[in-house]
């Protein structure tokens, strides 16, 4: 059984950093992207950053280009989130979702497995 499981809620101050880890089982993402998503209140879910699991080529939304870093271990089958510079239009529930059918990084219902999301304050 497939399961994506974020961590790494919080609530930081704006400027501050936080980290998300996305724990992927049941598995091998290798040669596939996983993506980050986040859904504000009474917005739709935005696509923010892929990361190809083969070649390692990051992808970011220009809402969050130079603020946020997505990286894995394969080791650990986890993809992560780098959240630095938080501003008071972070806050969301964010999502990890896996392996991409088709070539558009942002499409919500392009990825075939996903997290069940976890929730990041921003605090003015």
């Known amino acids: 059984q497939v399961q994506l499981v974020e961590s790494g809620r919080g609530s930081v101050q704006a400027g501050g950093s936080l980290r998300l880890t996305c724990a992927v089982s049941?598995?091998?993402?290798?040669?596939?992207?996983v993506a980050w998503f986040r859904q504000a209140r009474w917005r739709e879910l935005e696509g923010i950053a892929s990361?190809?699991?083969?070649?390692?080529?990051?992808y970011y939304a220009n809402s969050v280009k130079g603020r946020l870093t997505i990286s894995q271990d394969t080791g650990k089958n986890s993809v992560y989130l780098q959240m630095d510079s938080l501003k008071p239009e972070d806050p969301a529930v964010y999502y990890c979702a896996a392996d991409l059918r088709g070539s558009n990084l942002w499409r919500v219902d392009g990825y075939l497995y996903w997290g069940q999301g976890t929730q990041v304050t921003v605090s003015s």
């Open positions: 990361i190809y699991t083969a070649g390692r080529a990051a």
């Open positions: 049941g598995y091998t993402y290798s040669g596939t992207y």
